[in-house]
């Protein structure tokens, strides 16, 4: 007869949040697989318990190999307990490969419940929680991270990130830059524990909380508002995104690179970025802020062919003094 694989819910940062039964199962299972030996060892001894079963640590670089030996344990009559540093198993966390083979192996898996750093910071969110989406970690690479940003732009759920202290300024600025600076957004850091914050504002107040000089420390959860009703049908609505199948217009693409060249990009960067952004060129970029501007100027004043004015993106020349580098929204981004 087969054992039965538990996955553990553990405390996100304070002890006291265990379950009784989470007690139990880590004092008398066979085998107890931890994500960290000496978190789980640091968690029994706050629990008064002893952990009588064989411990082996079963951390995201090894869980594939440790997967097959612990089902050989299960079909064996094993008990295992599976439980990571925080939250549930298998939740961006250690735990996916070992359930897969456990019940590819027929052997019952259970769950132990416990807190989540999701869920906990979507209730202190003040944000619409009836519907939602929860989306781990974004890539570490800043180019993946903005495609996957802006393949969330129109998504109408309420969004829920994990984020780590390092990478945190950069999503939350390619955040702001990709879904626009004003979506509403919650930033939670240490939940349950002694230097908890929750800071409730929006994406462009969260860059401004990164950035003011403070160390970032800590584990970090994003909750991020929907789209708006109107920003639904393509992301074209949010500064930064483009809309699927649609050519974004001048205006919408100069009020992207207004919204960069605001956050402190320079001009001719922010210009790259939104050509990358939308599949287009800079040049294109170029015109667009151009031709958005002559749309904007009262009639009868002096706007400057496109075709004439040479970009500084392209061709050696300067725009300074050409008259193209004017402000649009007052920000000079045809500049440099």
């Not at 750093?117 to 202190?124: K, P, R």
């Amino acid at each position: 007869m087969s054992g039965t694989l538990v996955l553990c819910g553990a405390p996100i940062g304070d002890p006291r949040d265990a379950s009784p039964r989470l007690a139990e199962v880590l004092a008398t299972a066979d085998i107890i697989a931890a994500e960290d030996t000496r978190r789980l060892r640091r968690l029994a001894h706050a629990l008064g318990i002893t952990i009588r079963g064989r411990v082996v640590s079963c951390y995201d670089a090894v869980e594939g190999a440790r997967a097959a030996m612990l089902t050989e344990q299960l079909l064996a009559g094993s008990t295992v307990a599976l439980i990571t540093d925080a939250g549930m198993p298998a939740v961006s966390d250690p735990g996916f490969r070992l359930v897969a083979a456990a019940s590819q192996a027929g052997v019952p898996v259970t769950v132990v419940p416990g807190p989540s750093a999701v869920t906990a910071a979507l209730a202190v969110s003040g944000l619409p929680s009836d519907r939602w989406t929860f989306e781990g970690f974004l890539p570490r690479k800043g180019g993946e991270r903005r495609a996957r940003l802006r393949g969330l732009a129109a998504e109408a759920r309420t969004m829920v990130f994990l984020e780590s202290p390092h990478r945190l300024v950069a999503a939350l600025r390619e955040a702001a830059d990709v879904l626009g600076g004003g979506r509403r957004a919650t930033l939670c850091r240490e939940l349950t524990k002694t230097w908890e914050e929750i800071v409730r504002t929006d994406l462009a107040g969260l860059v401004d909380w990164a950035t003011d000089g403070r160390e970032i420390r800590g584990e970090f959860t994003l909750v991020v508002a929907g789209a708006p009703a109107g920003a639904r049908g393509g992301a074209d609505s949010a500064p930064g995104g483009a809309a699927a199948g649609r050519p974004a217009g001048p205006a919408v693409l100069a009020a992207a690179v207004e919204h960069l060249v605001a956050g402190g990009m320079a001009p001719k960067e922010a210009r790259k970025t939104v050509a990358a952004d939308h599949g287009i060129g800079s040049r294109q970029v170029y015109d667009a802020i151009v031709a958005a501007r002559a749309a904007a100027e009262p009639e009868g004043d002096d706007v400057p062919d496109p075709e004439n004015a040479a970009g500084p993106d392209e061709g050696s020349g300067s725009d300074e003094g050409s008259g193209v580098g004017r402000h649009l929204g007052g920000s000079s981004l045809t500049g440099a």
